[in-house]
């Protein structure tokens, strides 16, 4: 599907400086991305981008830098549905695995395999 719109991104300051770059995200791996995969994680609202940011804590913001982002991009799965994911045979809960757990004691956490 195509997607048009804008988006946004709390970033950490130290990444300031290249805002597309996604190199951040490839130091460890995150939800979605291996370690040495760059990845840039944008949201669809500027308190979703801040709450990511922050983890969940949108009253303890930390310093960043608040970006937006004009999108213009037709490579968009929307795995919000369970028809998208079916076609994708992705499971919800590959998508909502507790990543960050599964980092920490050094196992593949489930939701890479949609990168695969």
Same mark, same amino acid.
């Given at each position: 599907?195509?997607?048009?719109?804008? $988006?946004?991104?709390?970033? %950490?300051?130290?990444?300031?400086?290249?805002? +597309?770059?996604?190199?951040? &995200? &490839?130091?460890?791996?995150?939800?979605?991305?291996?370690?040495?995969?760059?990845?840039?994680?944008?949201?669809?609202?500027?308190? +979703?981008?801040?709450?990511?940011?922050?983890?969940?804590?949108?009253?303890?913001?930390?310093?960043?830098?608040? $970006?937006?982002? #004009?999108? %213009? $991009?037709?490579?968009?799965? %929307?795995?919000?549905?369970? #028809?998208?994911?079916? %076609?994708?045979?992705?499971?919800?809960?590959?998508?909502?695995?507790?990543?960050? +757990?599964?980092?920490?004691?050094? #196992?593949?956490?489930?939701?890479?395999?949609?990168?695969?």
């Amino acid at each position: 599907m195509r997607f048009v719109g804008t $988006c946004y991104r709390a970033h %950490d300051p130290r990444w300031a400086f290249k805002p +597309t770059s996604g190199e951040g &995200a &490839a130091i460890r791996g995150a939800r979605f991305n291996p370690k040495g995969v760059p990845a840039l994680y944008l949201a669809l609202t500027l308190m +979703t981008a801040i709450k990511e940011a922050n983890q969940g804590f949108a009253h303890r913001i930390d310093p960043c830098v608040l $970006c937006s982002y #004009e999108i %213009d $991009c037709d490579d968009i799965v %929307d795995l919000t549905t369970d #028809e998208a994911r079916g %076609d994708f045979s992705i499971a919800l809960e590959e998508m909502a695995c507790a990543w960050g +757990t599964a980092l920490s004691d050094g #196992e593949r956490p489930a939701s890479w395999s949609i990168y695969d």
